[in-house]
């Protein structure tokens, strides 16, 4: 094992206690008021980022902003093959900062990109389009991979696919959490939205998932289509009614295999993919905790049953 494998190990082991973990999120749910939460959030490990003064979005952006700051300090420890596997773990910031670039060429209001340093996949050329073809052609020649057209909806879920399939080729332990996501992904479209996949779209559920997950129209179709490392996001899923349910049991596994791979003795990959998986589930916790101070308090029973 490499020193920066060694140094990068132990890093992610210290990062990763850089959460407010089940209890802080609950407090922050269980807040008096948003400001009340907010200004506990600017107190927490978060408060580089999060100001007490800060509106819901601004918040939820900043905690999100957190998580990428750790994930850019960690990959400055890993050798050059650690700094990889992190970039391909930030693809959502990516993805994200791809969307709002498209919803500013669009004549749309847009959030401004996330930094990505060195995480960068092909955000600098994608950055420099201006117009919506011209985003679609960079796409096409990077790794996200053509959308097929320059629409919403192409784009989003074709790179998130693409995703998951690059993850799951090149990151042995975060292989079945990216084909659960590319199920419930799937499932979001088909069952709960009964809208088919895009032509491109399809084309890579059809190589990661298997070539019968585009014609499921309902869970009973679709589940044994799946291959089984992505079957078990939908195991206890009844109807798409409940998907909610079943992307919950998404991040309750993301967060116990994340804690075990994190535990584990020695130095490796697998001590910094349970480091990452533990700071992402604690931003989805914080997240969840503010929306729920947001609204007074409203689904505080279902965010305590999920936390």
Known sequence: MSAGWVAGSVRARAIARRRVGDAGARGLARAGSFEEAVDMLARSPYGLRVHSDDTLSAAVRAVAATLLWHLRVLAGWLPASGADMLRLLAGWFEITN????????????????????????????????????????????????????????????????????????????????????????????????????????????????????????????????????????????????????????????????????LAGSGFGPERVVGAVGLLAVDAWLVVGALEVAARGREGLEIFDALA
């Open 98 to 261: 791809i969307e709002e670039h498209l919803r500013a060429l669009s004549g749309l209001p847009a959030q401004p990109p996330f930094s990505l340093g060195t995480l960068a996949t092909a955000w600098p050329r994608i950055a420099a389009t201006s117009s919506r073809d011209d985003l679609r052609m960079a796409l096409a020649s990077s790794p996200w991979g053509d959308p097929g057209s320059p629409g919403p909806r192409d784009v989003q879920l074709t790179t998130r696919l693409a995703w998951a399939e690059r993850v799951a080729a090149r990151i042995p332990t975060a292989q079945a959490w990216a084909l659960g996501a590319a199920g419930l992904l799937v499932a979001r479209e088909q069952l709960a939205r009964r809208q088919p996949l895009p032509e491109m779209a399809a084309a890579i559920a059809g190589r990661l998932l298997g070539p019968h997950v585009a014609l499921a129209s309902s869970v009973e179709d679709l589940r044994p289509a799946l291959p089984a490392s992505a079957r078990w996001a939908l195991a206890d899923l009844t109807d798409e009614a409940h998907l909610w349910q079943a992307e919950a049991h998404w991040w309750h596994r993301l967060r116990a295999d994340s804690a075990v791979l």
